[in-house]
């Protein structure tokens, strides 16, 4: 076996032993620090791993409209109270707007009208969820890269966040309402979308109305619902508990790589 080779086949066999503690999901683990250390240890691991191994702009496997899963089933939110969202869903969202701020030059405010107006997507994908379920829909959404552009990145935006409507947990700290956040290589890779449909319909509202994160190439935690805001930032450590994401504040691994 030439060196290259061996060295491929190692990083292939740590990629996949680092997944599998993400699909473990194991309670035992993470309330352990010891156990948490570890658990971050295999999530750069992983990051690392797939970076080399995958190009930045690989395509997540796509289905055919029959591979369709006759029910995907919903998870999370399916239905939030925070009055914001509601005043916005009884009226059909035709009050909503898309803010997209912080690190950026030109800040926007959409409306639904308007996302639909930008360069869009459609794609048939299977949505993996850290429970260990899996299911198939079909997506379609302003591509987040374009809209970024739209905006105008500076030179010290690193990550992009994704601030929600709903509220998962009554906290102290304020830390329950949902957000998500990803680098730029996944803002910019072609899949990665603001869906406003699904289905060929209207995004319901279980599965995120009226617009969700799909970044096809992560687990489904980091596929954010009820999208409200996307901020550009330098780093999330000020948000939330600071581990960029409302289940990564509670022992979920940041990146989520499949």
Same mark, same amino acid.
């Given at each position: 076996?030439?060196?290259?080779?061996?060295?491929?086949?190692?990083?292939?066999?740590? &990629?996949?032993? /680092?997944?599998?503690?993400? +699909?473990? =999901?194991?309670?035992? @683990? *993470?309330?352990?620090?010891?156990?948490? $250390?570890?658990?971050?240890?295999?999530?750069?691991?992983?990051?690392?791993?797939?970076?080399?191994?995958?190009?930045?702009?690989?395509?997540?496997?796509?289905?055919?409209?029959?591979?369709?899963?006759?029910?995907?089933?919903?998870?999370?939110?399916?239905?939030?109270?925070?009055?914001?969202?509601?005043?916005?869903?009884?009226?059909?969202?035709?009050?909503?707007?898309?803010?997209?701020?912080?690190?950026?030059?030109?800040?926007?405010? &959409?409306?639904? /009208?308007?996302?639909?107006? +930008?360069? =869009?997507?459609?794609? @048939? *994908?299977?949505?993996?969820?850290?429970? $260990?379920?899996?299911?198939?829909?079909?997506?379609?959404?302003?591509?987040?890269?374009?809209?970024?552009?739209?905006?105008?990145?500076?030179?010290?935006?690193?990550?992009?966040?994704?601030?929600?409507?709903?509220?998962?947990?009554?906290?102290?700290?304020?830390?329950?309402?949902?957000?998500?956040?990803?680098?730029?290589?996944?803002?910019?890779?072609?899949?990665?979308?603001?869906?406003?449909?699904?289905?060929?319909?209207?995004?319901?509202?279980?599965?995120?109305?009226?617009?969700? +994160?799909?970044?096809?190439?992560?687990?489904?935690?980091?596929?954010?619902?009820?999208?409200?805001?996307?901020?550009?930032?330098?780093?999330?450590?000020?948000?939330?508990?600071?581990?960029?994401?409302?289940?990564?504040?509670?022992?979920?691994?940041?990146?989520?790589?499949?």
């Amino acid at each position: 076996m030439t060196t290259s080779a061996h060295r491929r086949g190692w990083l292939q066999a740590a &990629l996949a032993s /680092a997944g599998a503690l993400v +699909l473990g =999901a194991c309670d035992r @683990i *993470t309330n352990n620090p010891k156990g948490i $250390g570890f658990l971050e240890s295999a999530e750069g691991l992983t990051q690392r791993a797939q970076r080399l191994l995958v190009d930045r702009k690989a395509l997540a496997r796509e289905f055919k409209p029959a591979d369709i899963s006759s029910d995907f089933r919903p998870n999370g939110s399916i239905d939030p109270t925070d009055p914001d969202y509601v005043a916005l869903r009884d009226k059909g969202f035709a009050d909503y707007r898309l803010v997209v701020d912080g690190l950026v030059d030109r800040p926007l405010s &959409l409306s639904l /009208a308007e996302l639909r107006a +930008l360069p =869009a997507r459609s794609q @048939i *994908t299977r949505h993996d969820c850290v429970e $260990g379920w899996s299911s198939i829909g079909k997506w379609t959404g302003a591509r987040l890269g374009p809209l970024l552009d739209q905006a105008g990145l500076k030179k010290n935006a690193r990550y992009i966040v994704f601030h929600c409507g709903d509220t998962l947990e009554q906290t102290l700290d304020g830390s329950g309402q949902y957000y998500e956040s990803i680098d730029l290589i996944d803002a910019y890779h072609p899949q990665t979308i603001l869906a406003y449909a699904m289905n060929d319909r209207p995004l319901p509202v279980p599965h995120g109305a009226p617009l969700r +994160l799909r970044v096809e190439r992560q687990l489904g935690y980091k596929h954010a619902k009820y999208v409200m805001r996307v901020e550009a930032v330098a780093d999330y450590a000020h948000l939330g508990r600071g581990k960029g994401g409302f289940w990564e504040d509670r022992g979920y691994e940041w990146y989520a790589g499949i």
